[in-house]
Antibody
Framework: EVQLVESGGGLVQPGGSLRLSCAAS????????MDWVRQAPGKGLEWVAR??????????EYAASVRGRFSISRDDSERSLFLQMNSLKPDDTAVYYC?????????????WGQGTLVTVSS | DIQMTQSPSSLSASVGDRVTITCRAS??????LAWFQQKPGKAPKSLIY???SLHSGVPSKFSGSGYGTEFTLTISSLQPEDSATYYC?????????FGGGTKVEIK
C-alpha cells in the first residue's frame, strides 16, 4: 500500500522559514517524480514544486509564486521528500500535500499524503 | 500558463443520476489530464489519469474522456458517497495547474 506521510508544518512568523518532510513507503520511491501541492483555507489546489528522478538528474520546477523562496529536494536512500520554505508570507498559509508526480508514462494515478498545515502569521 | 476552467462550479443531483463535469484547457494538453475527488477535511484522491485511465481501486462508475482542450468526468450513477469537490489538473507543461473545482451535492 502506498503511503505518504508529511510532517514539519506549524505556525511561523512572516519572513520565517520552515522545512516540510514527506516519508514514502509502499512503492519504488526512487523511480518517481515527486510534487508538493498546497491548498489555502477554503480555496482550490495549487501545484507548488516538482523534483524529477535520478535519471533526470533530480531537476526541479517551481510555481512562480514560490520560485526563489522554496526549494524541493529528496533523499532516495531515506525515501523522503523535502520542501524548504524561506521568506514565508501570509499567502503561503495552506495545507501542503506530498504527491507522486504524473509525467505521462505512469501506470497509476498520483498518490497523496494526508497533508501538513502551515500557518504564516504574526 | 495553461488555464483550466471547470464547469459547472457546483451542481445538485439525485441518487442514480448521471453526472458530467467539464474541464477546458486554454491550450492543447493532448491527453495529459487527471481528475481528483476531495471530501471536506480530507486529502484529494486520484480518480483518473491520462484522461481516461482509472486509478487503482476506483469504481468503474467513474469515467473520463476528451483530448486536446475539452475533457469530461462522468459519474454514471450518483451515490451519496460521491458528494465531494472534483478537480481536474493538466500535466502537459509547467506550471501544472488545476481547475477551480466542481462541488457535487446530493439532492
Amino acid at each position: 500500500e502506498v503511503q505518504l506521510v508529511e510532517s514539519g508544518g506549524g505556525l511561523v512568523q512572516p519572513g520565517g522559514s520552515l522545512r516540510l518532510s514527506c516519508a514514502a513507503s509502499g512503492f519504488t520511491f526512487s523511480d518517481h517524480y515527486m510534487d508538493w501541492v498546497r491548498q489555502a483555507p477554503g480555496k482550490g489546489l495549487e501545484w507548488v514544486a516538482r523534483i524529477r528522478d535520478k535519471t533526470r538528474r533530480y531537476t526541479t520546477e517551481y510555481a512562480a509564486s514560490v520560485r526563489g523562496r522554496f526549494s524541493i529536494s529528496r533523499d532516495d536512500s531515506e525515501r523522503s521528500l523535502f520542501l524548504q520554505m524561506n521568506s514565508l508570507k501570509p499567502d503561503d498559509t495552506a495545507v501542503y500535500y506530498c504527491t507522486t508526480g504524473l509525467r505521462g508514462d505512469e501506470t497509476r494515478g498520483s498518490d497523496w499524503g494526508q497533508g501538513t498545515l502551515v500557518t504564516v502569521s504574526s | 500558463d495553461i488555464q483550466m476552467t471547470q464547469s459547472p462550479s457546483s451542481l445538485s443531483a439525485s441518487v442514480g443520476d448521471r453526472v458530467t463535469i467539464t474541464c477546458r484547457a486554454s491550450q492543447d494538453i493532448r491527453s495529459y489530464l487527471a481528475w481528483f475527488q476531495q471530501k471536506p477535511g480530507k486529502a484529494p484522491k486520484s480518480l483518473i489519469y491520462a484522461t481516461s485511465s482509472l486509478h487503482s481501486g476506483v469504481p468503474s462508475k467513474f469515467s473520463g474522456s476528451g483530448y486536446g482542450t475539452e475533457f469530461t468526468l462522468t459519474i454514471s450513477s450518483l451515490q451519496p458517497e460521491d458528494s465531494a469537490t472534483y478537480y481536474c489538473q493538466h500535466y502537459d507543461a509547467y506550471p501544472l495547474t488545476f481547475g477551480g473545482g466542481t462541488k457535487v451535492e446530493i439532492k
